[in-house]
């Protein structure tokens, strides 16, 4: 045993999984600083312990490294706690009631926005259109989001502003719903169609930005992550976050990401913005946000590891294509349950050859959302292009772990390519145990076989990073590692032809939220384990969430979060 004396903190009595090989398993940690100095047993652990030495019983809790979201949108996750939460909506009569009860408490023309409804689980499982909203809001433009994010729906008086009819062509990248017979707008907007919309809504202020950003961090660490991954961001958000972590506000450490194309990703590349680039201003519709163009005065610049780790910057977000609920995923073959469409991509491959290219010379990461097979297909050819394109020996970063947000429907054929192109699929356990309810419907039996696939790619000789994807999902992270495990919904039910053979052991799902994701971000050597050198950050948990049976994970809860030895969150 070897550790430096006058130590400042030293946990005892745990159940700690480790997820180092070396010693999987130990029942006490000591803390120097923000670093782990030793991990073994409580006898060896309070010899080092001196007068100044805090020790924390642990009561034989579970303790396991510091849980990371691989792929999450933080001011998301703060403005459904503000705004109109459209979750558990399970019948368009409650989506109405959320929304009408809105409308008794705000002004007359005042714009109604909102997150959070699906359709999937309403009798009939239909979207809901603009006279839907009419008849309970004439007065108000209601705009409210889908729980994906990749489509929405508008009122009359939001259709009106935007200037929308019968005759607005669908944007590149996006679709306006008409009904078929009238050719009116239904008021369903996919994927880049919301921007036309969106666009008129008023932007928060900078106060009530803070305020979600402040409340998501929060939220957060009260789950027990102790890193977020942040897919995806504007220069103004970015802005932001600086300003919280300067001033000691908050303590997550944050992997963030900017999207593009965009100014802010030339900026990150430091490029300047082409024309066509400046002209559209085109960011993501992932959050929500409207698109706008920056002023590129104070530019984001590449941050590494910048307030002691806590914030890193050197990636680069594109959005490739929709999402599976709304018929927006990109797929080979048309839609099962829609012969008429096979989906888009929403952004033309050839623009982002060369922004991949010149970020592989610079060392910057690149992560690309693809859901649809046909998406997943192109963005690894992509990648592999711009591989082939920029050799090793031309690379600031010779190996530079690209990933694939989501990598949800693969061809069968394309699952190996990942490992082989070194590229990292970031996935969401709860996408699964969500859309099994209407994923055989979109999809077929046939291709449910190569559909979250992560028993399938671990066995290629990928790691998986694991995220939530909030606030798509709830974004918790038992409801995350349940997923994993049990490939079941909350309530137990598994549909035909659900693979039960793609779950995950328990020790694998243990990986995708520590180990696998710290790898992702290029900080295993600092992140991901509990052993000595590593920075002492630990999630505390009420249950062994290693044994027990799968149902009592989503029971389990976090008691304590650790991040470089500082206790941030104390349930008790």
């Known amino acids: 045993m070897s550790a430096a004396k006058d130590v400042d903190l030293i946990f005892v009595n745990g159940n700690i999984y480790t997820v180092n090989e070396r010693q999987p398993h130990a029942e006490a940690i000591v803390v120097k600083k923000d670093r782990i100095t030793f991990v073994g047993s409580n006898e060896d652990a309070k010899k080092l312990a001196s007068d100044k030495t805090r020790i924390v019983d642990l009561h034989a809790r579970t303790v396991v490294p510091g849980m990371t979201d691989s792929h999450c949108h933080i001011f998301g996750i703060g403005e459904r706690e503000m705004n109109l939460n459209l979750e558990g909506t399970n019948t368009l009569e409650d989506f109405l009631a959320k929304v009408k009860g809105r409308v008794a408490h705000i002004e007359r023309g005042k714009w109604i926005t909102g997150r959070g409804w699906i359709e999937t689980f309403w009798k009939p499982p239909q979207f809901p259109t603009r006279t839907d909203l009419d008849e309970i809001a004439p007065d108000n433009p209601v705009f409210l989001t889908r729980a994906d994010g990749h489509a929405a729906i508008a009122s009359s008086a939001a259709l009106k502003i935007a200037k929308i009819d019968k005759n607005t062509p669908n944007p590149f990248g996006g679709e306006i719903l008409k009904d078929k017979q009238t050719g009116e707008p239904t008021g369903m907007l996919l994927d880049n169609a919301q921007d036309l919309v969106a666009k008129n809504i008023p932007q928060p202020t900078e106060a009530e930005r803070e305020q979600a ?68 201003g ?112 031309e690379r600031k970063i010779r190996e530079p772990r690209w990933r694939v947000e989501h990598a949800q429907i693969l061809d069968l054929a394309d699952i190996p390519r990942f490992a082989t192109l070194g590229v990292i699929p970031s996935m969401q356990p709860s996408h699964a145990i969500s859309d099994l309810f209407f994923a055989p419907a979109r999809l077929g039996m046939d291709r449910l076989a190569g559909a979250y696939a992560w028993q399938s790619l671990i066995k290629s000789g990928c790691i998986i990073a694991g995220g939530s994807d909030a606030p798509v999902e709830r974004g918790e992270p038992m409801i995350e590692f349940y997923a994993a495990v049990a490939r079941k919904s909350v309530k137990g039910f598994s549909g035909e032809g659900w693979h039960p053979e793609q779950a995950v052991s328990r020790e694998q799902a243990l990986k995708m939220f520590t180990l696998w994701p710290a790898y992702a971000a290029f900080e295993e050597n600092d992140k991901g384990s509990i052993e000595p050198g590593k920075l002492a950050d630990l999630t505390v948990l009420s249950q062994d969430i290693m044994k027990i049976p799968e149902p009592e994970i989503l029971n389990t809860r976090c008691t304590m979060s650790v991040i470089g030895g500082e206790i941030v969150f104390d349930r008790q």
Request: net charge positive.
């Open 213 to 280: 950003f402040l409340r998501g961090i929060d939220r957060e660490i009260g789950l027990g992550w102790c890193e977020i991954q942040n897919a995806g961001s504007h220069k103004e958000d970015i802005d932001l976050i600086k300003k919280a972590f300067a001033a000691g506000k908050i303590k997550i450490r944050f992997i963030n990401a900017v999207y593009g194309p965009s100014e802010d990703a030339e900026t990150l590349l430091g490029r300047q913005p082409s024309p066509a680039v400046m002209a559209n």
């Open 282 to 393: 085109r960011l993501a519709r992932s959050t929500g946000q409207r698109p706008v163009v920056h002023d590129r005065r104070d530019a984001c610049l590449p941050t590494i590891n910048a307030y002691d780790h806590h914030f890193t910057q050197r990636t680069i977000k594109v959005i490739f294509d929709g999402a599976l609920g709304s018929r927006g995923a990109a797929l080979l073959k048309p839609y099962n349950d829609a012969r008429d469409t096979s989906g888009y991509l929403t952004e033309k491959p050839e623009d982002l050859s060369p922004m991949f290219e010149e970020a592989l010379r610079r060392g910057i990461q690149v992560e690309t959302h693809a859901i649809g097979d046909r998406a997943n297909r192109t963005i690894l050819d992509l990648y592999e292009r711009a591989f082939k394109a920029v050799p090793p020996n």
